[in-house]
C-alpha cells in the first residue's frame, strides 16, 4: 500500500509542477504604430477649436436709479404697541399637610421634610414637626397639584414613613 501512496503523491507533485511551467512563448499586447487622432495631435495644441455661435448675442446691463422710499411712522419707545390682553388662569392650587404620628422620629422628619420641600426651613421644618405631633396635622402650604402630589409622594417614601396629604384648596376655604 505504500508504494501506491508513493507513486499517488509523486504523479501529484508532477502535475501541479507543470502547472507552473510555461510551455510557448509569452505574449506581449502589441505596440502601437499608427498615429493618435487628430483631437490629440501635438500640433494643433490638443483638441478641436470651440465652434462659434451662428446668431450673435449682445448683453446689455441695466441700472435702476435708486428711488427714495417713504418712511413708515415710527413709533417712539414711549408709545406702548397695543396688543389684545390674554386672559391666563392660575394653575389651581392644592394644599399640602403632613400626618402626625407617634412613631416619627424628630432628626428625620425634620431632616427629610427640609431636603424635599424647596421652600421650607429646618426651622419651619422643626415647627411642623412640633404642630403636627400636637394637632395632629399641620399645614405645610399651598402648591399646585403636581408639586404637591410629589412632595408627598416623596415624603411617603422615606424609611420610615412620613405621612403627608394633598387637599384640594376649594374645599379647604
Do not use: W
Not at 509542477?17 to 510551455?23: D, I, K, L, P, R
Amino acid at each position: 500500500m505504500a508504494p501506491l501512496q508513493t507513486i499517488l503523491c509523486t504523479l501529484a507533485l508532477v502535475t501541479s509542477a507543470t502547472a507552473f511551467t510555461t510551455s510557448g512563448p509569452i505574449h506581449q499586447p502589441q505596440q502601437r504604430t499608427g498615429r493618435l487622432s487628430p483631437l490629440c495631435s501635438d500640433k494643433q495644441g490638443g483638441g478641436s477649436a470651440i465652434a462659434t455661435p451662428k446668431t450673435k448675442q449682445v448683453t446689455t446691463t441695466v441700472q435702476k436709479q435708486k428711488q427714495k422710499s417713504e418712511q413708515k411712522k415710527k413709533f417712539k419707545p414711549s408709545d406702548p404697541e397695543l396688543r389684545k390682553q390674554e386672559d391666563f388662569e392660575d394653575a389651581p392650587m392644592f394644599r399640602l399637610y403632613l400626618i402626625g404620628d407617634e412613631s416619627y422620629d424628630q432628626e428625620h422628619v425634620v431632616t427629610r421634610v427640609y431636603e424635599i420641600v424647596e421652600d421650607c426651613s429646618e426651622d419651619d421644618a422643626a415647627t411642623l414637626f412640633k404642630s403636627a405631633y400636637q394637632t395632629g396635622e399641620a399645614f405645610m402650604g399651598k402648591y399646585p397639584r403636581e408639586i404637591a402630589e410629589l412632595y408627598a409622594e416623596q415624603l411617603t417614601r422615606s424609611d420610615p414613613i412620613i405621612y403627608a396629604d394633598v387637599r384640594d384648596d376649594k374645599s379647604s376655604n
